[in-house]
């Protein structure tokens, strides 16, 4: 039996997808000269290997251009057989989509497309999909001292993150990374690559900006920049909390963040806390952030915070770069994600990644965008965190990131002009499970839908206001409709009407697409 046909009938018994349709597709890629790889085939296991080791999914064959025709050709193959089609640019989705999020999808892999060229004319830069936050910060920097805002992952991919929002530490001051776009090149369901820009398909560009894997293939963005910021302060602020402090430092910090007669927080401060379990009934509340502008500014800025924490109390905690630290841009991006300040050793991480970098974990997140949250969503909020998370069923920690609000600049942009649907809320919450290693407990799975669910009973009352959730941390445990209720809140029907013009047939689909 040939190497090919062995392949075959161990693929056919482990997926969905009919032999007849797996030898078509294989054939239909060789036949277009697309490097690839399938099941049985050498690199196969390796490559399809997902970011959460919590969602494995078979595709039915892993397409890996060079080229945009070659991506073409690759779309056209999976539209003629009736196969479901996912970009992968970072490989970091939280819930697989860009293996499918279930078996039987062609992968189309873009990590050859990771050029970054910056036009020292305009300023303008070209980024492929598959190029990684920190290699084009970098390359950016380096071609001509230019920045983005974006997340603080160096190895999350340009492609993912951009399409559906792009939040970090610059983005309370600069804007999320989709604001930072201008053009995209896309391959469409039918093969046709346009161009999508606000004066080009300016419809479908509007779509791509908050619910991008829905609509094509982007083989190529051009990105505005700005002048790297020269100043940036490192923060971070520990706080180890019983549960009456929690919820009196909960408090403080929303008067600071959006309070109900003036917010304090000025642009420049970007700011989130990190929370996790500590001992004895205390939670640690890490306030971290980075202000872009001096270190004198900055210490007037964060000064009503701290005072108001300051009255809450609390235990000293022992955590070495308590305070603020003045870093250049790329020290800055460097230290934001490894956050380790005072290792002399150096923690030999760089902001660029291989060409074949890989990361690995075994996870469930769920996400929320809110305003401020009244006194009783608190109380559900610190409860649920001070009696459920010292006996949680998995590990966990959760993000949260002043990302909106009167002061950011992310609203100043109107809602109607893209997908993204969340500029007004004034935090993005980001809640993780994780365990070291599969398998994760189904009990860590409802432990986390629990909590969230707590905070959204006394938030959302009896529906009169529905709370909206990120992308970019996307919960596959919601189905279809939910995910796109509260991915894009007011602008799913919108996007689902552009969905059926660009792409009747579906042919890009994972669980969540519109
Ligand atoms: C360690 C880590 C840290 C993170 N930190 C942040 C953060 O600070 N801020 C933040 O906002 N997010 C953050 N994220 C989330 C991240 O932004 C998303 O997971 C993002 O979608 C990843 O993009 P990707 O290209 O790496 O992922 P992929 O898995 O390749 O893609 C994600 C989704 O986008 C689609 N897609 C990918 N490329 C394209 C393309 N070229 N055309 C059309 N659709 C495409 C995929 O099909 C999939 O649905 C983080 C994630 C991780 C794992």
Redesign the pocket.
């Known amino acids: 039996m040939s190497k090919f046909l062995i392949a075959l009938s161990l693929f056919a018994s482990t997926i969905t997808a009919s032999p007849q349709t797996y030898t078509k597709i294989v054939q239909c890629l060789t036949t277009s000269g697309i490097p690839q790889a399938y099941p049985g085939s050498p690199s196969f296991t390796e490559l399809i290997i997902p970011?959460n080791l919590r969602l494995n999914y078979t595709p039915i064959a892993l397409a890996l251009p060079t080229t945009v025709p070659q991506v073409q050709a690759a779309v056209k193959c999976a539209a003629k057989l009736g196969v479901k089609v996912?970009?992968?640019?970072?490989?970091?989705?939280?819930a697989s989509?860009?293996i499918g999020g279930e078996d039987g999808h062609l992968v189309v892999d873009?990590r050859y497309f990771r050029e970054t060229a910056l036009d020292k004319k305009t300023n303008v830069a070209t980024v492929g999909?598959g190029a990684?936050l920190g290699n084009v910060a970098v390359a950016l920097f380096e071609q001509g001292g230019r920045a983005m805002a974006?997340?603080?992952?160096p190895?999350?991919?340009?492609?993912?993150?951009v399409?559906?929002?792009?939040?970090?530490y610059s983005t309370h001051t600069h804007g999320l990374l989709l604001d930072f776009l201008l053009s995209a090149e896309?391959v469409l369901a039918d093969g046709s690559l346009v161009t999508a820009s606000s004066t080009q398909n300016s419809e479908l560009f509007w779509a791509l900006r908050g619910a991008?894997?829905s609509?094509?293939?982007?083989?190529s963005f051009k990105f505005r920049t700005i002048a790297a910021p020269p100043e940036n302060i490192l923060f971070y602020y520990p706080y180890l909390w019983n549960q009456a402090q929690a919820r009196a430092g909960w408090e403080a910090w929303q008067e600071y963040c959006g309070g109900f007669t003036e917010p304090v927080i000025p642009r420049e401060m970007n700011i989130r806390w990190v929370v996790v379990n500590y001992a004895s009934g205390y939670m640690m509340f890490l306030l971290e952030g980075a202000y872009h502008g001096s270190q004198a500014d900055f210490l007037v800025a964060i000064a009503p915070l701290l005072k108001a924490l300051e009255k809450v109390g609390g235990l000293q905690a022992d955590v070495r770069g308590t305070g603020p630290h003045s870093l250049g841009w790329l020290d800055s991006l460097l230290y934001a994600n490894n956050n380790d300040l005072f290792n002399e050793q150096g923690t030999g991480e760089t902001l660029e990644s291989p060409l074949n970098y890989t990361?690995h974990?075994t996870f469930f997140t769920k996400s929320l965008m809110t305003d401020n949250l009244s006194p009783s969503g608190i109380d559900a909020f610190i409860n649920q965190l001070y009696t459920t998370g010292p006996t949680s069923p998995v590990g966990w920690y959760f993000i949260i990131y002043t990302q909106g609000g009167p002061t950011s600049i992310i609203p100043s942009t109107p809602s109607s002009s893209t997908s993204y649907a969340h500029r007004t809320s004034l935090y993005e919450w980001q809640l993780v499970a994780l365990v070291a290693a599969p398998p994760f407990p189904s009990a860590g799975i409802d432990w986390l839908n629990d909590f969230v669910a707590a905070i959204l009973d006394v938030e959302e009352g009896a529906g009169e206001k529905k709370l909206g959730m990120?992308?970019?941390?996307?919960d596959p445990s919601l189905g279809r409709v939910e995910a796109g209720g509260r991915y894009w809140l007011q602008n799913y029907p919108r996007l689902k009407a552009i969905k059926k013009k660009v792409d009747p047939k579906s042919v890009?689909m994972?669980p969540q697409?519109v």
């Open positions: 970011l996912n970009p992968r640019s970072g490989g970091h989705s939280y989509h860009s873009l999909p990684r974006h997340g603080v992952c190895g999350v991919g340009v492609g993912g993150h399409l559906h929002g792009g939040q970090g896309i991008g894997m609509f094509g293939i982007v083989t990361a974990s990120y992308y970019n941390y996307a890009f994972n697409t």
